[in-house]
């Protein structure tokens, strides 16, 4: 059974950093794009960074280039680790995070995932 688990989030002052975590357990991720979303209560879920293949592409929306940070560790062949490096932190990055994987990018982009997870919330406050 495939499952993605997020980790880390929290309450932080503005101007910090989280790291979020994202367990993904079972067979096939490696060949998946995996990737960072945030949802507030009353929008869409908006897409934030992705991350797919061995030498990796990599992208990030604008919103949080250049201050968020996507990475993947494969070490353990059962389990894909998916991290999301959050700095410098803005009460509107206040938000619940969720890792999700898709076949492609493109299709991750637009938020039709094959695997959510549950989220998790990220509280920033100023």
């Known amino acids: 059974q495939v499952q993605l688990e997020e980790s880390g989030g929290g309450l932080v002052q503005a101007g910090g950093s989280l790291r979020l975590s994202c367990v993904a357990s079972?067979?096939?991720?490696?060949?998946?794009?995996m990737g960072w979303f945030r949802q507030t209560p009353g929008k869409a879920r908006e897409y934030l960074a992705s991350?797919?293949?061995?030498?990796?592409?990599?992208?990030?929306?604008d919103s949080v280039k250049g201050r968020f940070t996507i990475s993947r560790d494969k070490s353990d062949n059962n389990k894909n680790l998916l991290y999301l490096q959050m700095d410098t932190l803005k009460p509107e990055d206040t938000a619940v995070y969720y890792c999700?994987?898709?076949?492609?990018?493109?299709?991750?982009?637009?938020?039709?995932?094959?695997?959510w997870g549950q989220g998790t919330q990220v509280t920033v406050s100023s």
């Open positions: 079972g067979r096939g991720f490696n060949n998946y794009a």
């Open positions: 991350i797919k293949g061995i030498f990796p592409i990599i992208e990030y929306a």
């Open positions: 999700a994987a898709s076949l492609t990018v493109d299709s991750l982009r637009r938020a039709q995932c094959d695997y």
